[in-house]
């Protein structure tokens, strides 16, 4: 079951600000995909997003900075069976026990999701995050998976060529691709502005159900 964050949000956040969670590489040689990291925090701060990852070096260290720098909340979610030490541009740090409840907690905490290039960690985050809005366990919201990386998934689910009776569910809506952070920051912008307009007056003509 998913904690209830909400309470928590509203005390360290800004009013009715998205919390953002960015998950990728903990490859710091990666440096190509560090920097996109440090730059999607950056665009996601200033768009008036909290920025929220797994708290500790790489990816999550330059997303972190990229919101720090650019003056936004940065939040970081670790868990005790790591030695090592959270990254320093954390505004707050949320622990955990292991690494199930961590990445219970970033699905918790995030009204969206940001997916760089990683390995089978942001692989995971990127299942759980997919299936937790498939089985409506959290409501809707979007998962864009950002820099190209993982835009094979989508089409590998949706090929029923291939894989017969596999289907994306009710999570194919929320499922996005982004060649950059500008990009990103769009896609979640307009993935809820759709929803209160949804909201406010019904399904547009030819948007997803």
Same mark, same amino acid.
Do not use: Q
């Given at each position: 079951?998913?904690?209830?964050?909400?309470?928590? %949000? !509203?005390?360290?956040?800004?009013? !009715?600000?998205?919390?953002?969670?960015?998950?990728?590489?903990?490859?710091?040689?990666?440096?190509?995909?560090?920097?996109?990291?440090? !730059?999607?925090?950056?665009?996601?701060?200033?768009?008036?997003?909290?920025?929220?990852?797994?708290?500790?070096?790489?990816?999550?260290?330059?997303? &972190? $900075?990229?919101?720090? =720098? @650019?003056?936004?909340?940065?939040?970081?979610?670790?868990?005790?069976?790591?030695?090592?030490?959270? &990254?320093?541009?954390?505004?707050?740090?949320?622990?955990? &026990?292991?690494?199930?409840?961590?990445?219970?907690?970033?699905?918790?905490?995030?009204?969206?999701?940001?997916?760089?290039?990683?390995?089978?960690?942001?692989?995971? =985050?990127? @299942?759980?995050?997919? =299936?937790?809005?498939?089985?409506?366990?959290?409501?809707?919201?979007?998962?864009?998976?950002?820099?190209?990386?993982?835009?094979?998934?989508? @089409?590998?689910? %949706?090929?029923?060529?291939?894989?017969?009776?596999?289907?994306?569910? $009710?999570?194919?809506?929320?499922?996005?691709?982004?060649?950059? =952070? &500008?990009?990103?920051?769009?896609?979640?912008?307009?993935?809820?502005?759709?929803?209160?307009?949804?909201?406010?007056?019904?399904?547009?003509?030819?948007?997803?159900?």
């Amino acid at each position: 079951m998913i904690k209830d964050f909400s309470e928590y %949000k !509203r005390k360290c956040g800004p009013a !009715r600000a998205p919390w953002v969670c960015v998950f990728g590489t903990s490859d710091a040689g990666d440096t190509p995909s560090v920097a996109a990291a440090r !730059r999607l925090g950056a665009a996601l701060a200033r768009a008036g997003c909290v920025v929220v990852t797994g708290g500790y070096g790489a990816a999550m260290e330059a997303a &972190n $900075r990229g919101a720090h =720098e @650019a003056g936004g909340l940065s939040v970081g979610v670790t868990c005790r069976m790591f030695t090592r030490e959270p &990254n320093p541009f954390l505004d707050e740090v949320v622990p955990t &026990n292991d690494l199930i409840e961590r990445m219970t907690t970033l699905i918790g905490l995030g009204d969206a999701y940001v997916a760089g290039k990683g390995g089978t960690g942001t692989l995971a =985050e990127i @299942a759980l995050a997919w =299936e937790f809005i498939n089985k409506r366990l959290i409501s809707p919201r979007p998962l864009v998976l950002c820099g190209g990386f993982w835009d094979a998934l989508p @089409a590998l689910m %949706k090929n029923a060529g291939a894989h017969p009776g596999v289907s994306l569910g $009710r999570a194919g809506d929320s499922i996005l691709t982004a060649a950059d =952070e &500008n990009e990103t920051v769009l896609l979640i912008r307009d993935f809820y502005d759709r929803l209160k307009r949804e909201a406010d007056t019904g399904p547009e003509e030819g948007a997803p159900r």
